[in-house]
């Protein structure tokens, strides 16, 4: 009988533990500047950018635990901290759709405060939550109104940097998971660029912001406000390289008392295309499908079988679905019957028996929807490398089966 273990893999949620984050010096190590920069009065905003499921909120809670103290990832990571320790006040929030700069302000200024009030004891931290309660309900979102938010923000946060100085504190550090869900156009670029400009003058030399999104979250900024390359230092994750991914999983084998051939490490770098949320998906998968503690090749097509078929088909199907019929179908089942992940514009058109730009408008769709990638000018992969193996096993959607309204472009 097989014994029953810790899963040592964590598909379904952010990294938090620094004993099991693998790989990413160069990003690590780029981060951690931005932190030896802002405890040293030299403040930089910085954003971490990838495609969704590559592992940016893992690494902004690595940065989060650096940030209070934590520095056992630099060190096992051989990284120069450039400080014998950190302790920075953090603030967290979760961004979404439909949120205004008001509701960003006003969210992580909630945390700010509970963050700031565990430090000062019994003593309470007020912040002006009624003044931007009025601003938020007038009619008109102009600039005015916006600089109203940026001053009572900057008003709040300054406060807060006196008293994390007071304390003691490396100073503050305001995490935005997820910033590319805020819609371009909500005023949010603008307020980032306004309220970094505005603490800057007012002297805020230990104030920082550290955002998260997806790979052109930047670019949709910029749109709203063309200087936002000047306030945040982009930090880009790439796919993982394959000696990162081989460290993930002989991490989590090891962790599970698990010996493994390694050929099971080369198959699942290859079915995973570098991307760390599968990597994980799979590592457990296997683990429930070892009976005797060896993973074995016959384990990992089990494990296979079962991410594909169960754990991920409803996704997988929905994702083949909101890609749209006809032509669209085409280009997926191209794409899924190359052998490598990334996949020219040249093999698709050979297989679909089109010309590049009489489906380019297909291939931006297909990039809008989240369910392809441009890897380079002219290369693409899935999203969700799974997808490939899905269409590979079933096929995509045929026009009888497609009960989408949608009309082929």
Same mark, same amino acid.
């Given at each position: 009988?097989?014994?029953?273990?810790?899963?040592?893999?964590?598909?379904?949620?952010?990294?938090?533990?620094?004993?099991?984050?693998?790989?990413?010096?160069?990003?690590?190590?780029?981060?951690?500047?931005?932190?030896?920069?802002?405890?040293?009065?030299?403040?930089? $905003?910085?954003?971490?950018?990838?495609?969704?499921?590559?592992?940016?909120?893992?690494?902004?809670?690595?940065?989060?635990?650096?940030?209070?103290?934590?520095?056992?990832?630099?060190?096992?990571?051989?990284?120069?901290?450039?400080?014998?320790?950190?302790?920075?006040?953090?603030?967290?929030?979760?961004?979404?759709?439909?949120?205004?700069?008001?509701?960003?302000?006003?969210?992580?200024?909630?945390?700010?405060?509970?963050?700031?009030?565990?430090?000062?004891?019994?003593?309470?931290?007020?912040?002006?939550?009624?003044?931007?309660?009025?601003?938020?309900?007038?009619?008109?979102?102009?600039?005015?109104?916006?600089?109203?938010?940026?001053?009572?923000?900057?008003?709040?946060?300054?406060?807060? *940097?006196?008293?994390?100085?007071?304390?003691?504190?490396?100073?503050?550090?305001?995490?935005?998971?997820?910033?590319?869900?805020?819609?371009?156009?909500?005023?949010?670029?603008?307020?980032?660029?306004?309220?970094?400009?505005?603490?800057?003058?007012?002297?805020?030399?230990?104030?920082?912001?550290?955002?998260?999104?997806?790979?052109?979250?930047?670019?949709?900024?910029?749109?709203?406000?063309?200087?936002?390359?000047?306030?945040?230092?982009?930090?880009?994750?790439?796919?993982?390289?394959?000696?990162?991914?081989?460290?993930?999983?002989?991490?989590?084998?090891?962790?599970?008392?698990?010996?493994?051939?390694?050929?099971?490490?080369?198959?699942?770098?290859?079915?995973?295309?570098?991307?760390? *949320?599968?990597?994980?998906?799979?590592?457990?998968?296997?683990?429930?499908?070892?009976?005797?503690? $060896?993973?074995?090749?016959?384990?990992?097509?089990?494990?296979?079988?079962?991410?594909?078929?169960?754990?991920?088909?409803?996704?997988?199907?929905?994702?083949?679905?909101?890609?749209?019929?006809?032509?669209?179908?085409?280009?997926?089942?191209?794409?899924?019957? $190359?052998?490598?992940?990334?996949?020219?514009?040249?093999?698709?058109?050979?297989?679909?028996?089109?010309?590049?730009?009489?489906?380019?408008?297909?291939?931006?769709?297909?990039?809008?929807?989240?369910?392809?990638?441009?890897?380079?000018?002219?290369?693409?992969?899935?999203?969700?490398?799974?997808?490939? *193996?899905?269409?590979?096993?079933?096929?995509?959607?045929?026009?009888?089966?497609?009960?989408?309204?949608?009309?082929?472009?």
């Amino acid at each position: 009988m097989k014994k029953r273990y810790v899963d040592p893999f964590t598909p379904d949620l952010p990294i938090d533990s620094p004993s099991r984050f693998s790989g990413r010096v160069k990003e690590i190590d780029s981060v951690v500047d931005s932190l030896f920069q802002l405890a040293n009065s030299k403040p930089k $905003h910085t954003i971490i950018t990838g495609d969704r499921g590559i592992g940016k909120s893992s690494v902004l809670v690595q940065v989060k635990n650096i940030a209070e103290g934590n520095l056992d990832l630099v060190t096992r990571l051989g990284i120069d901290p450039g400080e014998n320790s950190y302790d920075f006040l953090c603030a967290w929030h979760d961004c979404a759709t439909d949120q205004t700069p008001a509701d960003l302000a006003t969210g992580i200024l909630k945390q700010l405060k509970t963050s700031l009030e565990n430090v000062l004891g019994k003593i309470k931290f007020e912040i002006n939550f009624a003044g931007f309660l009025t601003v938020s309900q007038k009619e008109d979102s102009t600039i005015s109104s916006l600089s109203e938010v940026v001053d009572l923000f900057c008003s709040e946060i300054m406060k807060a *940097e006196k008293e994390a100085k007071d304390k003691n504190k490396s100073g503050i550090l305001l995490f935005f998971d997820e910033l590319d869900r805020v819609k371009s156009g909500s005023g949010v670029a603008t307020f980032f660029k306004l309220s970094a400009e505005k603490l800057s003058r007012d002297g805020a030399k230990h104030v920082s912001f550290f955002a998260a999104g997806i790979t052109g979250a930047i670019q949709n900024l910029e749109e709203e406000h063309g200087s936002i390359y000047r306030t945040f230092k982009d930090v880009p994750l790439p796919r993982l390289k394959f000696s990162e991914v081989e460290q993930i999983l002989e991490d989590g084998f090891q962790l599970a008392s698990c010996t493994y051939e390694n050929e099971v490490i080369e198959k699942i770098f290859k079915l995973c295309a570098g991307y760390p *949320e599968p990597v994980h998906l799979l590592g457990s998968q296997i683990l429930k499908s070892d009976l005797d503690n $060896h993973l074995s090749i016959d384990d990992f097509e089990l494990a296979k079988v079962e991410v594909v078929e169960t754990l991920r088909r409803n996704k997988l199907i929905s994702m083949l679905k909101k890609a749209g019929s006809g032509k669209y179908q085409k280009i997926l089942e191209a794409m899924a019957s $190359h052998d490598n992940p990334n996949v020219p514009s040249a093999y698709i058109s050979e297989k679909i028996g089109y010309k590049p730009n009489e489906y380019s408008t297909n291939m931006g769709s297909l990039i809008q929807r989240n369910i392809i990638s441009s890897v380079d000018r002219g290369v693409y992969c899935f999203v969700d490398p799974l997808l490939k *193996e899905y269409i590979s096993r079933f096929g995509v959607i045929s026009a009888k089966d497609e009960n989408s309204s949608e009309i082929e472009a």
